[in-house]
């Protein structure tokens, strides 16, 4: 009776190696936010992982290359997020607001690769070797700002002298602050509340004062 063969090991499947992968980048989000790129180690990653040293390298061959691809998935889950936000029906302001929830939501469903986008920048900026790799990387965030903005300057909703990167410039370091601020908060409701609180300053209302009939102006 003829024994039937065995199959040798193969390849992890193509599903298989992006599920990897993805552990990874989820773990390198997690770890580079929290040490930072120096002091984060390339053998806590692939333990975080749930991978050996070996395997991490089989798909990023250095520690440079692995925050790059890092930074970039964060990017993209952040630029989902406000895109699809900024792409809902109204005007600038409304969809500026819609942003800003988009932004609590994220931090909430993805705090590690949220937080880590919020700072990779400065990474970049004070590490060459990621500058040289990064040069032109992460511009989704302003561009989107800057689209909202300009939209809302030609349909009249903003003042048409508005210093639109000046203001694309605030609203991304005020849209990382809050990613960053919401783990120094007690509770869920109290990022809602700062939340809500840099709505109402998009409106204009956060420093009004109501008057004696109790309506806003």
Known sequence: MAVPRRRRAGRPS???????????LRAACERFAASGYGRARNQ????????????????????????????????????????????????????LCAVVEANVALNRAHPCPAD????APLEVMRNPELAERLACTGTEVPDLFRGVLE??????ELPPDLAVE????????????LTWFHGLLASPAEHDEVMRAFQALL?????????????RP
């Not at 790059?68 to 406000?82: K, T």
């Not at 409106?203 to 309506?215: A, T």
């Open 44 to 95: 806590e990653i692939a333990a975080a992982a749930g991978v050996t040293s070996a395997a991490l390298y089989h798909y990023y061959d250095s520690k440079a290359e692995l925050f790059a691809a890092a930074w970039r998935y964060g990017l993209a889950l952040v630029s989902r997020a406000y895109g699809g936000a900024a792409a809902e029906p109204g005007g600038a302001v409304d969809r």
């Open 166 to 177: 000046t203001v694309v410039r605030l609203v991304t370091a005020a849209s990382y602050g």
């Open 203 to 215: 409106r204009g209302r956060l420093l009004q004062r109501d008057d004696p009939k109790g309506e």
């Open 151 to 156: 939209s809302g300057v030609r349909s009249g």
């Open 116 to 119: 880590f986008s919020a700072s």
């Open 14 to 24: 193509a599903a298989a190696s992006a599920a990897t992968r993805e552990r990874i």
